[in-house]
Each structure stands twice: as structure tokens, then as C-alpha cells.
């Protein structure tokens, strides 16, 4: 009977009804599409950084995480000394090394300074995967001279695939040391400061031309990205035993930039939220606090006929909290809707210091349909409890002076 | 003038003043008096003489400024507003002028919706709501909403409400001050028959002083003292 007293209820007024079912379905939609869009962005910023840009963990001597005024040389470790770490740590899957040297780079012509960076194809094949060509293609898995040259580089440099390039710099000696090698592909990062100075090399053309067997850091590519960070501690108590000068640092401490876009995403969909709540519960509260005054004389009645405060409370909650379900239906049907469309409209954005624009995607994931339900209903709770607590403590014989 | 059998309802020393915009109004002063089962009690008096503050004070819906006021020998004063509201929806019914009846539920659904606040099982509840229409002649109206009903079956189905609980106490106030004369008439025989059938106390008060005269007993009220207090033929 309650129940189909609130279902006739809601549908006296349809208008305001429907006002109300769209704010909350709105409120819904929007929290479900930007917790979708931020988490895909961090999807995508931490797949970049832990498979790609700094790998899931890295191990480094203490110099080179906080370089001071030492040597090159003392910076620099055999990749061998952590053979037994790998064994002892069944969850490590792969382990290699990466070399990284400023020099200058030369077609003949001009030459300009490069970040060059040496990396292993064999151990970090995430590396070589990720990485977006916009001409040729990576370098061969054997230590062949081929390099892959960041895009504004390469049009800096005015070179192309099969150019040759000559890259000089200081042994770890100190002793002046050149090589020819050949443009295999060029590369876009995406971002405007690495396409603009980075060379990719082979590890070991890396330590040929440094003229090392050393390596400056140990990338871990472990079973499932999780096991790092729960590692961590683990790895580094052994490092301390076995190799103290060596430490040992997660992606996500590395990740200094991924750090900052959670931290501003994470301000930035509370702050939404808040508005979107806030004029959610206005919008419910203005609402229901005219149905009550127009119920005037219906609450009076009841109360006459031994409806109790509670009663009275509980049938205003039910009623909206049937506007909710409604409303929460809606949304999470439109945010579908949505991300579906964005999908399929393929919105480019750029972001700041980006020199490719990525296609917008938004996720849609259950937790956040939760979470977006929850608030929706816990806010419509509120903003009823407030008129309806008035509506129950009204004076029976003053309500009753109102006609139904 | 107060009957020897058990007292309902108990009026001792009741007051009752309204206070608006600072000014307070003595609706009732120094009320005593008792109603017993099986009753029908006619209030008549002038507007604003207190009658329908009577009536308020007599259905829990309004406390009593001052006095006390004693149901089946509880003090009301003694009881919280959840312990209120279960003795009107378990003793008492009511039966207002503008009938009252919740317009987005049908003649059937009103009367069945006392009895869910006694918390009955559905099946009960609608075989009593029927008897109830069926008694006051809209078996054929079930379906109705009170949009689509004549005052006076709006009253009908306003007094079956008022019964299908079986309450202990009826009040009715001006239960046919929005009827013609006709309607008024056969509204008044229904609810007067209702009483004599069920043995239900009513109290009802009105300004027609033909309906009040063919109750059972009669109280008159002016400025919130009863003036007068008697019974007619027919009495209990």
C-alpha cells in the first residue's frame, strides 16, 4: 500500500518529478564520466610509466638517485650483482639494464645536444612495444648501430630512416669517443621534451661507446605490476645485505608526474562531486519541501487516522528514494550512453607540453556506478529527511485547516 | 448526568487556549465531563464557541492546555506522540466536513489504509475494506478514486474509513455541512444506523440542530463552557 501510494505519488506532479529524476540523473551521469575519464588517463599515464617509462621498478646506486659531486663511475653497477636478487625473487620476471649519456649529435652538417639512452629490446620488450613510430622502425634485438631518434629531434636534425648520425661524448674515463650509427625509425613519445633531445640506442652500442660493461639502472619488469610496490620492502632489505650502495624505488615514487595528476584528479572529482551534491540536494530539498507544503492537509489526515511521526518520515524517504532509483537508472543508462558516443566521435585533446594529441576515452567501471549510486541516494536521504522531520511535527489541527 | 457504565473518554478540568500573534484565545474552560460506551452525543453551539476544539482535544490530535483527560482511565498526558498515534489508529475514527479521503487512492484503498496502519495482513485488510463499502452502500464504487465520487458517497465511503477498524470512538465534525439536504439526511441515517448496529460511541457536532436533536444526548457549548448536557429518548 506504501508502496503504491509513493508510485502515485511521484506521478501527481510529473514535471517536478521529472526535474528531480534529471538532477539526480545527472549528478549520477557526471560522477560516473569523470571518475571514467581520470581513471583512464591515470590507465594510460601509469601503464607509461611503469611499463614504459621507468618499467615497475628500478634499482639504482644511492649517487645516482641523489647525485652529488662523485664520479660517473660512481654511479654505475654490473647488472650481474643482482643475478642472485633475480633468484631469490621468484616473482621478478625480467631484468635488464639501461646506460643513458649526454652527447652531441651530428649529421654532418649540425650538431645538436641529445639525451641518448641505451636500453635492452630483449629485457624490456614493453619498451619496444609501446613505442609509436612515425617513420621506420625500432632497432634489431642484437646489438646492431641503429638508433631511434625522437621526431622534433630528427626534423631538427633533418634526418630520416637509413641516415647516418654520428654521436660523440666522453668515455666514463674522460676520453673523447665517437660512432657512426644508422636512424632505424623515428619516434613520438608524445611528449615534446623527450621527442625533442632523446635518442634511443642498444644497451650494449651504450656501453661501447661509454666504454663500460656497467650499467646506471636495473629496470625490474615483475609478474603483475602489483607484486612491485609489495616487493619493495622486501628488495631493498636484501640490497642492504647484499649490495648497500644499491637501492631500490617503485614506479610509482618514480612517477613524479603521475603522482601529480592522481593527487589533482583526486581534488578536482571531490570538488565536483561536492557541487554536483550540493545542487542535487537544493534542487531535492526545494522539491519536497513544496510537495509538503502542498500535502499539507493529506498529513494531517494521516496523522488523525494514527500514522506516527516515523510513518510519516518514512513515506516521504520512500518516495524519494523511488526518484533516486529512477534517477541513478537514468544516469548510469546516459553515462553509458555517453561513453559510448565520445567512443565513437573519437575526441582528440592535447594535453599541456604534449606534442601528440590522444583520443578522449572515458571507462566505465562498476565502482564508480557504486560509489555515483551511493552519493545519489545518501544526498536524496538528506535533502527529504529535512522537510519530511518538518512535516511530521506539524500541528494535526493546523494541517487538518488545509483541504486535501 | 454521567452515566454509571465504564467512561471512554474522561474529561477533567480541561482547558484548552490558543495563542496567535502573541493573543491567546480560550477555545475550552473548566470542561468535566465522561462518555461511555455505546453513546451518541450530539455537540451543537455557535461558531467559535469551541465545539471543534472539543472534538480535537476528545480525537488526541490537539493536547489540552491544562486539565486532564483520561482514555479507557489513561492519562494522555502520560503517553509519548507514538503512543498517541496508535490508540487513534487502533480506538479512534474520524469523520471530518471536507471528508478528507486521499485522492490518489480509491474508495477501497481508503478504507483499507487504516488497517494497515494496524499493521493487518493484506487479504484481511480487503475483505474488511469491502464489508466496510458494502455496509455503507458503495460496494459498486470500490474501484472509484474520490475525484469521481459525489459528496455525499465521498462522506459514504469517509464514514466506512471511520468503521472498518472497528474503533471504540467516532468523531465527526460537521459530517454534512457540505451535503444538500437530501444527502445530508441519508449520510446522518447511515452513520446514526452504523451506531445503533455496532454499538460504536460517536460524537458529532454540527449546527443543524434537527441532526443534534436526534441524538442521544446533547451538548451544548458557548464560549468554551458546556452550557447544557442532556439526553433524549433513546439514550444509552
Known amino acids: 500500500m506504501r508502496f503504491k501510494l509513493a508510485l502515485r505519488n511521484i506521478t501527481r506532479h510529473r514535471l ?8 539526480i540523473a545527472g549528478a549520477v551521469a557526471a560522477v560516473i ?56 625473487v621468484p616473482q621478478i620476471e625480467k631484468l635488464s639494464g639501461r646506460l643513458s649519456f649526454f652527447g652531441l649529435v651530428s649529421n654532418g652538417d649540425l650538431s645538436v645536444g641529445g639525451k641518448i639512452i641505451g636500453v635492452d629490446p630483449v629485457g624490456e620488450p614493453q619498451f619496444k612495444k ?26 631538427q636534425m633533418n634526418v630520416k630512416p637509413g641516415d647516418n648520425i654520428t654521436v660523440l661524448t666522453n668515455t666514463i674515463d674522460g676520453i673523447m669517443n665517437a660512432m657512426d650509427l644508422t636512424v632505424a625509425g623515428l619516434f613520438s613519445a608524445g611528449i615534446d621534451e623527450i621527442d625533442g633531445q632523446v635518442i634511443y ?51 610509482r615514487d618514480l612517477a613524479v608526474l603521475f603522482r601529480q595528476v592522481d593527487k589533482f584528479y583526486g581534488v578536482q572529482n571531490r570538488v565536483i562531486e561536492m557541487i554536483l551534491l550540493a545542487l542535487m540536494f537544493l534542487g531535492i530539498l526545494n522539491t519536497v519541501s513544496m510537495t509538503v507544503v502542498e ?26 528514494m523511488l526518484l533516486s532509483l529512477i534517477g541513478i537508472t537514468v544516469g548510469i543508462i546516459a553515462a553509458a550512453g555517453c561513453i559510448s558516443l565520445v567512443d565513437r566521435v573519437k575526441i582528440m585533446t592535447e594535453m599541456p607540453g604534449a606534442s601528440t594529441p590522444f583520443q578522449i576515452k572515458i571507462l566505465f567501471m562498476m565502482s564508480s556506478v557504486i560509489y555515483a549510486s551511493f552519493l545519489a541516494t545518501v544526498t536524496t536521504v538528506f535533502a527529504t529527511a ?13 494541517a487538518l485547516r488545509k483541504n486535501i | 448526568m454521567e452515566k454509571a457504565s465504564e467512561a471512554i473518554l474522561r474529561f477533567q478540568n480541561i482547558h484548552k487556549i490558543h495563542s496567535s500573534d502573541g493573543v491567546d484565545f480560550v477555545a475550552l474552560e473548566k470542561i468535566n465531563f465522561s462518555i461511555h460506551k455505546g453513546e451518541f452525543i450530539g455537540l451543537s453551539g455557535k461558531s467559535g464557541s469551541g465545539k471543534t476544539s472539543l472534538l480535537n482535544v476528545a480525537g488526541l490530535i490537539d493536547p489540552p492546555t491544562k486539565g486532564d483527560l483520561f482514555i479507557k482511565n489513561i492519562n494522555i498526558k502520560d503517553l509519548k506522540d507514538r503512543e498517541l498515534s496508535l490508540i487513534r489508529a ?55 478514486r474520490p475525484g469521481q465520487l459525489s459528496g455525499g458517497q465521498r462522506q459514504r465511503v469517509a464514514i466506512a474509513r471511520a468503521i472498518v477498524k472497528n474503533p471504540t470512538l467516532i468523531l465527526a465534525d460537521e459530517p454534512t455541512a457540505n451535503l444538500d439536504t437530501k444527502t445530508s439526511d441519508e449520510v446522518f441515517d447511515l452513520l446514526m444506523g452504523l451506531q445503533q448496529d455496532l454499538r460504536v460511541t460517536v460524537m458529532l457536532c454540527s449546527h443543524d440542530p434537527d441532526l443534534i436533536a436526534k441524538t442521544h444526548r446533547q451538548i451544548k457549548i458557548s464560549d468554551g463552557h458546556i452550557i447544557s448536557d442532556s439526553f433524549a429518548g433513546g439514550a444509552v
Open chain 1, 16 to 23: 517536478r518529478s521529472l526535474l528531480s529524476i534529471s538532477m
Open chain 1, 33 to 88: 564520466l569523470f571518475q571514467g575519464f581520470s581513471s583512464y588517463s591515470l590507465r594510460a599515464l601509469k601503464w607509461i610509466a611503469a611499463e614504459n617509462q621507468y618499467g615497475n621498478m628500478q634499482i639504482a646506486a644511492e649517487k645516482y638517485w641523489n647525485p652529488g659531486k662523485e664520479s660517473r663511475a660512481e654511479r654505475l653497477f654490473l647488472l650481474s650483482d643482482l643475478d642472485q636478487l633475480k633468484t631469490d
Open chain 1, 130 to 155: 609501446s613505442m609509436k613510430f612515425t617513420e621506420g622502425t625500432f632497432f634489431g634485438d642484437t646489438g646492431a648501430k641503429e638508433v631511434v631518434v625522437g621526431r622534433l629531434l630528427a626534423k
Open chain 1, 201 to 251: 640506442m642498444p644497451l650494449s652500442i651504450t656501453q661501447e661507446i661509454l666504454d663500460t660493461k656497467n650499467v646506471d639502472i636495473a629496470v625490474l619488469k615483475f609478474k603483475e605490476l602489483d607484486m612491485a610496490e609489495a616487493n619493495l620492502k622486501n628488495i631493498n632489505d636484501r640490497l642492504a645485505s647484499t649490495r648497500p650502495n644499491l637501492f631500490a624505488r617503485s614506479w
Open chain 1, 295 to 320: 500535502r499539507t492537509g493529506e498529513i494531517g489526515t494521516l496523522r488523525a487516522l494514527g500514522e506516527s511521526r516515523r510513518e510519516i518520515v518514512s513515506q516521504f524517504i520512500l518516495e524519494s
Open chain 1, 386 to 398: 529535512i522537510p519530511a522531520l518538518r512535516a511530521s511535527r506539524m500541528d494535526i489541527v493546523e
Open chain 2, 90 to 144: 487502533q480506538e479512534i475514527g474520524f469523520i471530518f466536513q471536507s471528508f478528507n479521503l486521499l485522492p490518489l487512492l480509491s474508495a477501497a484503498e481508503n478504507v483499507e489504509y487504516p488497517l494497515m496502519l494496524l499493521n493487518l495482513p493484506e487479504a484481511e485488510r480487503l475483505e474488511r475494506a469491502h464489508q466496510a463499502l458494502k455496509r455503507v452502500g458503495l460496494e459498486g464504487f470500490t474501484h472509484r
